[in-house]
């Protein structure tokens, strides 16, 4: 494969492009899954092919193949270089890359339980395990979804800018679905996921059957015990569960560098950040926000980015200032920036745009108990079951799912389905104090259009908002 991606490249550059890249992506994987107890057959995961993108006069052409032989690759680089040429005749303004220090890297995530080398019946006995323990609650969960997956994606990437990179990246996780109806009422703990880049032993040592009992008991609790939620302006503490999806919609989405000019406009939304807008504050100083590809382990892992430019952690908002936007090279250009090695791809073919990785509120000085000693009236926001947000990412509600009444500084019973209905500025603005524990939760994040599903991780540590509105359902 190293053979083919170089000749891509050189073969582009013989044609006449500026610029050309050669993307080669192999993923092997299995999925298992198990519904209410019995096992429904495992799945093969196998794909590979290459993809070559170009820029010639300022128009860029993306092509891919899966066929993997010099005639097919010569044939998908042709391809390339006549829809450039095409976009370079309807451009207003030329594409342009920013100029990056390259490296001739490889790199694996190394695995100390190889899923490769354990079979599809132990890997079953993990989704057994859950089965049974939530089973063991004695809770009535009539619909139960549970499903394992494990893939090793090996990616190579060559560019005329002189980037070779090699990566071996395996990817591990668990997801489950499990309802609750106890005394006429129905509660939902929707496809929760515990996920790692890394070997099966992470996922062992994670115990998600301990997570999957926690969801029943606390759904089981939430029907028998659960009361309405205070409405009117409360304080909020919100869980690194919660802090991760509101740091993942309003600030990493908005602060796309191609959102923010537009590219993804007609696709997957606008945001009400521009560029003028670095420097400018957004948030309370204590409100600090870092997307981090580097960080071990983690769902979103990567080194370097599909650009093959050197990942490092992004501060998107330091001490409640927008200061850093994700880019890739086009728009770190039109930035007058280096790029912050923000562009992924899902596959071979799919050609790179701006992504997040691992997005979270970054730690404080905090317990938990601090945040709410002094609370006299507010609300535990665990998890949530729903939310949304406008396409512009600054209007957004989000629906708890576990929560609790706070009261005179301590946790009282559940409450049910409080609603938060905030701006993106007022929401980062009530902040006040921040916990000094992170914790992440994997997601699947979706953008561009064919859509593109990319692993990430959310989250952060706890944080107390001041004087919030809450609704009730």
């Given at each position: 494969?190293?053979?083919?991606?170089?000749?891509?490249?050189?073969?582009?550059?013989?044609?006449?492009?500026?610029?050309?890249?050669?993307?080669?992506?192999?993923?092997?994987?299995?999925?298992?899954?198990?519904?209410?107890?019995?096992?429904?057959?495992?799945?093969?995961?196998?794909?590979?092919?290459?993809?070559?993108?170009?820029?010639?006069?300022?128009?860029?052409?993306?092509?891919?193949?899966?066929?993997?032989?010099?005639?097919?690759?010569?044939?998908?680089?042709?391809?390339?270089?006549?829809?450039?040429?095409?976009?370079?005749?309807?451009?207003?303004?030329?594409?342009?890359?920013?100029?990056?220090?390259?490296?001739?890297?490889?790199?694996?995530?190394?695995?100390r339980k190889d899923?490769?080398?354990?079979?599809?019946?132990?890997?079953?006995?993990?989704?057994?395990?859950?089965?049974?323990?939530?089973?063991?609650?004695?809770?009535?969960?009539?619909?139960?979804?549970?499903?394992?997956?494990?893939?090793?994606?090996?990616?190579?990437?060559?560019?005329?800018?002189?980037?070779?990179?090699?990566?071996?990246?395996?990817?591990?996780?668990?997801?489950?679905?499990?309802?609750?109806?106890?005394?006429?009422?129905?509660?939902?703990?929707?496809?929760?996921?515990?996920?790692?880049?890394?070997?099966?032993?992470?996922?062992?040592?994670?115990?998600?059957?301990?997570?999957?009992?926690?969801?029943?008991?606390?759904?089981?609790?939430?029907?028998?015990?659960?009361?309405?939620?205070?409405?009117?302006?409360?304080?909020?503490?919100?869980?690194?569960?919660?802090?991760?999806?509101?740091?993942?919609?309003?600030?990493?989405?908005?602060?796309?560098?191609?959102?923010?000019?537009?590219?993804?406009?007609?696709?997957?939304?606008?945001?009400?950040?521009?560029?003028?807008?670095?420097?400018?504050?957004?948030?309370?100083?204590?409100?600090?926000?870092?997307?981090?590809?580097?960080?071990?382990?983690?769902?979103?892992?990567?080194?370097?980015?599909?650009?093959?430019?050197?990942?490092?952690?992004?501060?998107?908002?330091?001490?409640?200032?927008?200061?850093?936007?994700?880019?890739?090279?086009?728009?770190?250009?039109?930035?007058?920036?280096h790029s912050n090695?923000?562009?992924?791809?899902?596959?071979?073919?799919?050609?790179?745009?701006?992504?997040?990785?691992?997005?979270?509120?970054?730690?404080?000085?905090?317990?938990?108990?601090?945040?709410?000693?002094?609370?006299?009236?507010?609300?535990?926001?665990?998890?949530?079951?729903?939310?949304?947000?406008?396409?512009?990412?600054?209007?957004?509600?989000?629906?708890?799912?576990?929560?609790?009444?706070?009261?005179?500084?301590?946790?009282?019973?559940p409450v049910r389905?409080?609603?938060?209905?905030?701006?993106?500025?007022?929401?980062?603005?009530?902040?006040?104090?921040?916990?000094?524990?992170?914790?992440?939760?994997?997601?699947?994040?979706?953008?561009?259009?064919?859509?593109?599903?990319?692993?990430?991780?959310?989250?952060?540590?706890?944080?107390?908002?001041?004087?919030?509105?809450?609704?009730?359902?």
């Open positions: 494969m190293h053979e083919l991606v170089e000749f891509a490249v050189e073969n582009a550059l013989e044609l006449g492009a500026d610029y050309a890249e050669a993307r080669f992506e192999e993923k092997n994987g299995t999925s298992l899954t198990m519904k209410n107890g019995s096992p429904e057959g495992l799945e093969i995961l196998a794909d590979k092919g290459i993809g070559v993108r170009v820029l010639v006069n300022g128009g860029m052409g993306f092509a891919s193949t899966n066929v993997l032989t010099k005639e097919s690759v010569a044939e998908t680089v042709k391809k390339a270089i006549k829809l450039a040429k095409a976009a370079s005749r309807v451009r207003n303004e030329p594409i342009r890359f920013s100029e990056e220090n390259f490296h001739r890297v490889s790199y694996k995530v190394k695995m899923f490769r080398d354990v079979s599809p019946e132990e890997k079953l006995e993990l989704l057994k395990k859950i089965e049974e323990e939530v089973k063991a609650t004695g809770v009535n969960v009539p619909m139960r979804f549970i499903r394992y997956y494990d893939q090793m994606w090996h990616k190579i990437i060559f560019n005329s800018d002189g980037a070779f990179i090699e990566s071996f990246i395996p990817r591990v996780s668990t997801t489950y679905n499990l309802v609750v109806f106890e005394n006429g009422q129905m509660e939902q703990a929707p496809f929760v996921q515990r996920a790692f880049s890394g070997g099966l032993e992470l996922i062992e040592k994670d115990e998600p059957w301990k997570w999957a009992v926690k969801d029943v008991q606390a759904l089981k609790k939430l029907i028998y015990e659960g009361k309405r939620p205070p409405e009117g302006k409360v304080d909020l503490v919100i869980s690194p569960e919660v802090a991760g999806i509101a740091v993942h919609e309003s600030v990493g989405h908005p602060y796309e560098s191609d959102r923010i000019f537009g590219r993804e406009a007609a696709q997957a939304g606008e945001s009400f950040v521009k560029p003028d807008m670095l420097g400018e504050r957004i948030g309370s100083e204590v409100v600090t926000v870092i997307d981090d590809p580097t960080i071990p382990n983690s769902w979103g892992f990567y080194l370097y980015d599909d650009e093959g430019v050197k990942a490092r952690p992004r501060y998107l908002i330091r001490n409640g200032i927008i200061t850093e936007f994700l880019t890739n090279r086009e728009y770190a250009h039109k930035l007058g920036q090695a923000a562009a992924r791809a899902i596959n071979y073919n799919r050609e790179p745009i701006v992504r997040m990785a691992n997005t979270y509120l970054a730690p404080g000085d905090y317990s938990f108990e601090e945040l709410i000693e002094d609370i006299k009236l507010g609300v535990y926001m665990v998890s949530f079951n729903e939310w949304n947000i406008d396409d512009r990412r600054y209007q957004q509600r989000y629906i708890g799912r576990e929560a609790y009444l706070i009261e005179n500084g301590e946790i009282k019973h389905r409080p609603i938060l209905e905030i701006t993106t500025r007022a929401l980062w603005s009530s902040v006040d104090a921040v916990g000094k524990e992170v914790e992440f939760y994997p997601g699947t994040c979706g953008k561009g259009e064919p859509g593109q599903g990319v692993p990430v991780w959310m989250g952060g540590a706890h944080a107390r908002l001041r004087d919030i509105p809450l609704r009730r359902p």
